[in-house]
């Protein structure tokens, strides 16, 4: 269900470095949504590594980063890959919001993925166990297209533009799908 007439898209990046490629890859698709829609970067940096015994008394970063989560329509994730799979902040913040007694903010809602790396394959092999576990959290994916973004240095500058048509291209088209997905959601 979306919440009001101003659609709200939470990002989460899967890196926390200062110049990360990945969250400037989110800030340019969040740019590329409609006019009307309301993006936020969740920060996910001050989260405790998860520990069932901590949710006898939730932690202020938890339950904030689960009001968010509640108060989305749907996600956008752009992740590096960590040893050909994803960071472990990414996973802990998702492990986190996938629990019952934050109401599972995640399940059912549409989600859109992409990934850059400085070598060859773009997150290729991060993306499929990503997408693995979105489908565990029962969120609902958006499949196409992949946006595998190699040698990333190339394709962002300095300020943190991208400035890479092809990934402008691919960028646009998954947001394009990530909003239908969001309509059919409603
Ligand atoms: C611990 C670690 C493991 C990495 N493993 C991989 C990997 O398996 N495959 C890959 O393509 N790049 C790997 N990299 C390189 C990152 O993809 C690259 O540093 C990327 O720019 C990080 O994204 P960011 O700019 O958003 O921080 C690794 C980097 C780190 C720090």
């Given at each position: 269900m979306?919440?009001?007439?101003?659609?709200?898209?939470?990002?989460?990046?899967?890196?926390?470095?200062?110049?990360s490629y990945n969250r400037s890859l989110l800030l340019h698709a969040a740019s590329q949504?409609?006019?009307n829609y309301r993006f936020t970067l969740a920060d996910i940096s001050g989260l405790p590594l998860y520990n069932e015994d901590l949710e006898r008394d939730l932690p202020q970063s938890v339950r904030d980063l689960a009001e968010l989560a509640?108060?989305?329509?749907a996600f956008l994730i752009s992740t590096p890959e960590y040893n050909?799979?994803?960071p472990g902040v990414l996973k802990n913040a998702l492990d986190w919001?996938?629990?019952k007694n934050v109401d599972t903010p995640l399940a059912l809602k549409p989600v859109a993925v992409m990934g850059a790396t400085q070598?060859?394959?773009?997150?290729?092999?991060?993306?499929?166990h990503l997408r693995e576990l979105l489908y565990a959290l029962n969120m609902s994916l958006v499949r196409r297209p992949l946006v595998?973004?190699?040698?990333?240095?190339?394709?962002?500058?300095?300020?943190?533009?991208?400035t890479d048509e092809m990934t402008k291209q691919f960028?646009?088209?998954?947001?394009?799908?990530?909003?239908?997905e969001m309509e059919q959601n409603k």
């Amino acid at each position: 269900m979306m919440g009001s007439n101003q659609p709200h898209v939470v990002g989460f990046c899967g890196s926390l470095r200062n110049k990360s490629y990945n969250r400037s890859l989110l800030l340019h698709a969040a740019s590329q949504l409609p006019e009307n829609y309301r993006f936020t970067l969740a920060d996910i940096s001050g989260l405790p590594l998860y520990n069932e015994d901590l949710e006898r008394d939730l932690p202020q970063s938890v339950r904030d980063l689960a009001e968010l989560a509640k108060s989305a329509d749907a996600f956008l994730i752009s992740t590096p890959e960590y040893n050909f799979s994803i960071p472990g902040v990414l996973k802990n913040a998702l492990d986190w919001l996938s629990r019952k007694n934050v109401d599972t903010p995640l399940a059912l809602k549409p989600v859109a993925v992409m990934g850059a790396t400085q070598g060859m394959f773009g997150t290729s092999q991060a993306q499929v166990h990503l997408r693995e576990l979105l489908y565990a959290l029962n969120m609902s994916l958006v499949r196409r297209p992949l946006v595998l973004v190699g040698q990333v240095q190339e394709k962002i500058n300095a300020d943190g533009q991208v400035t890479d048509e092809m990934t402008k291209q691919f960028i646009g088209q998954l947001i394009d799908n990530l909003v239908k997905e969001m309509e059919q959601n409603k």
